[in-house]
C-alpha cells in the first residue's frame, strides 16, 4: 500500500553554490559514497543537486518534512550497475523510520542542465 509520494525541484546552480561556499555543507548532506559517485561525474552539480531532490522528496512522502532524529546524511541515494537509483537509509535516520513500517521505497531522479528533481514513493505492508 503507498502511504506516501514526494516530489522535489531544485536549480543545479543553488546546490553549486552551497557546495562551494558553505565548508562542511557537502559532508552534512551527503553521504562519503554520493560524494565519491558525484565528484567522478562530468556534471558533478546536476547529480547533487538530483540526490538533493530525492532527499527532500523522501521527507515530503514521510508526510513530516524534516523533523528531529533524521538526517540528510544518512538518507543515501545510490545506483545499481544499470544506473538505477535506490533511497536508502542509515543510522538513526533507519531506526527513527523503522516504526512507520516502511517496507518499500522508489525513486526517480531527473536532471538538465539547471534543474534537478526527484520523485520518491513510499509503500508499507
Not at 89 to 107: D, H, N, P, S
Amino acid at each position: 500500500m503507498i502511504i506516501g509520494v514526494g516530489t522535489d525541484l531544485i536549480e543545479v546552480e543553488r546546490v553549486a553554490g552551497k557546495i562551494s561556499k558553505d565548508e562542511g555543507f557537502r559532508e552534512l548532506v551527503f553521504t562519503v559514497r554520493e560524494i565519491a559517485y558525484c565528484e567522478a561525474k562530468a556534471n558533478k552539480f546536476q547529480h547533487y543537486a538530483a540526490r538533493f531532490a530525492a532527499k527532500e522528496a523522501f521527507l515530503k512522502a514521510i508526510g513530516t518534512g524534516w523533523i528531529s532524529g533524521i538526517a540528510f546524511n544518512e538518507i543515501e541515494i545510490t545506483n545499481d550497475q544499470e544506473g538505477k537509483p535506490s533511497l536508502k537509509l542509515i543510522g538513526a535516520t533507519l531506526k527513527f523510520l523503522e516504526t512507520r513500517g516502511i517496507c518499500r521505497i522508489w525513486v526517480s531522479l531527473s536532471h538538465l542542465s539547471t534543474i534537478s528533481s526527484a520523485v520518491v514513493i513510499i509503500e508499507k505492508e
